[in-house]
């Protein structure tokens, strides 16, 4: 949780959203219903992450107004990056009671071990993104319908419940649009076939009244829900098409590295072992199959459709039962075999882990730089970014609770931007000023996770090599 301390909040463009939760909490507090839904409502087809992170952004208004610093500041910002931890404990041990489904104890505490300590588990912890919160309402889904021992009765109630949270997951992050045809599945084989059309027709029910209610919501505020899915499709491109299929490979290898490769290696395997304890227990079908037959065909989708592009935000989907299958594998080996196997997967996770960390405590937010500078209105700013980049993504100074200096600086911020578009061709460096040096680290940007988040292998290699610093200069 210390990590949290160094900021990150509102650092990516589509964080922005979240301000739209905070604008409605000061409606809401104010009465104006109608304008509290206007703003709920443009997320962007995001109105179900909105309205989960409402509360919190309501106890941030209410900080602000009884003498705690604005909701935008990164002190005020700890409260949903402690929401995001919360929802990453809350993932760690749905994974490890779904793998309970069919992993021995000891099994199922590895798999959450060896996903908690994953880089892309921990990625977005400093971020008021929408994908673990998602993922959370999913794994909750699952672990729902795939306890042993709770045999399901009354078809319409599971039914409409599982339809109305297998579309929550959309609601909350349109990018896993395949999620409900994974509940689906799980859904029908907790049935017997001849109840299969009315568990999809209430299933379908339950997703239809999450609709219905959303797009009353959003038309509230004069915005239709369902036109906004409309636009998304489009809007999802920033990447590389080419990579649909080798995309996962290289995410695996550059960031979690050599437990990223094993884990790759391992589930293939396990989904065989999954598979054949399914021909005694059908239940477990869908978790073995579903999972690689939705990969496929969101990497069909890019790969030959050009509709789509892999991030790995997208990935993230996938990674609790990538982590799920690979544990599988090491079950039908012997004992001796499974427990050095086992082992190796402890020692490569916590070496994983100590070696994230090290990179990411090091890493620099430029509205948090700004922010420990105390810089005001007041200062007087100059934006230089290296490499050819615009200044349509540069960053400003988040408000100040307190003036912390009297104003009137004259600094110099080098590369206080977001790079976007980037081009990887022009590597032009700004020399080190003569004036007194601030402040110097690595862009944050330039940790590699970050860079497969809608950045193609050249531009991610760019960022990798050629130096991208956020230097702070007093003129």
């Known amino acids: ?47 179900s992450d909105a309205l989960l992170r409402l509360p919190v ?18 002190a005020s910002l700890l409260l949903p990056q402690l929401m995001n931890y919360m929802v990453l404990l809350g993932n760690t041990l749905l994974l490890c009671k779904l793998g309970r489904s069919w992993l021995s104890s000891s099994a199922a505490l590895l798999a959450g071990l060896v996903y908690a300590a994953l880089g892309n588990s921990n990625i977005y912890l400093r971020h008021v993104l929408p994908y673990d919160l998602a993922l959370l309402i999913l794994l909750g889904t699952l672990v729902l319908l795939t306890q042993p021992y709770r045999p399901i009765g009354n078809v319409r109630r ?29 859904l029908l084989m907790q049935l017997p076939r001849a109840s299969w059309h009315r568990g999809l027709f209430w299933m379908l029910s339950g997703a239809s009244l999450l609709i219905l209610t959303l797009e009353l919501i959003t038309r509230y505020g004069h915005i239709s829900y369902l036109r906004s899915l409309q636009t998304l499709g489009p809007s999802i491109i920033q990447g590389d098409f080419a990579e649909g299929f080798t995309f996962t490979g290289r995410y695996l290898w550059e960031i979690e590295g050599t437990l990223g490769v094993l884990l790759l290696l391992l589930a293939l395997p396990g989904i065989a072992v999954l598979v054949r304890s399914g021909v005694q227990n059908r239940k477990l079908l869908p978790l073995a199959l579903a999972p ?75 509205r948090d730089v700004l922010a420990r500078l105390g810089v005001s209105a007041q200062d007087q700013l100059t934006y230089l970014n290296e490499h050819g980049l615009a200044h349509a993504w540069d960053y400003s100074a988040p408000p100040a609770g307190k003036l912390v200096n009297s104003g009137g600086r004259s600094l110099l911020l080098i590369n206080f931007t977001y790079p976007y578009p980037l081009s990887p061709d022009r590597c032009v460096s700004v020399p080190a000023q003569a004036a007194p040096l601030l402040f110097s680290g690595p862009h944050f940007l330039t940790f590699p996770a970050y860079g497969f988040e809608g950045f193609t292998p050249p531009e991610r290699h760019f960022l990798r090599s050629c130096p991208f610093q956020c230097r702070v200069y007093q003129k």
């Open 158 to 186: 599971i039914g409409l419940l599982t339809g109305l949270l297998a579309w929550g997951v959309v609601a909350v992050y349109p990018g896993y649009y395949f999620a409900p045809l994974l509940i689906g599945s799980v």
């Open 292 to 366: 690689l037959g939705l990969w496929l065909l969101h990497a069909c989708l890019v790969y030959f459709g050009h509709k789509f592009v892999f991030y790995g935000r997208i990935l993230h989907f996938f990674i609790p039962f990538l982590v799920l299958h690979a544990v599988t594998a090491l079950t039908a080996l012997p004992p001796m075999l499974r427990r050095l196997g086992q082992g190796v997967l402890v020692g490569l996770a916590l070496w994983g882990f100590v070696r994230f960390i090290s990179q990411y405590e090091r890493l620099a937010y430029p």
């Open 1 to 47: 949780m210390w990590l949290l301390s160094t900021g990150g909040a509102l650092s990516f463009p589509d964080e922005d959203r979240y301000l739209e939760s905070i604008k409605a909490a000061h409606l809401l507090l104010t009465g104006d219903l109608e304008l509290a839904a206007l703003h709920l409502a443009n997320t962007q087809g995001r109105p």
């Open 57 to 74: 952004a309501l106890a941030q208004v209410a900080w602000q107004h009884f003498g705690g610093p604005p909701p935008e500041t990164p």
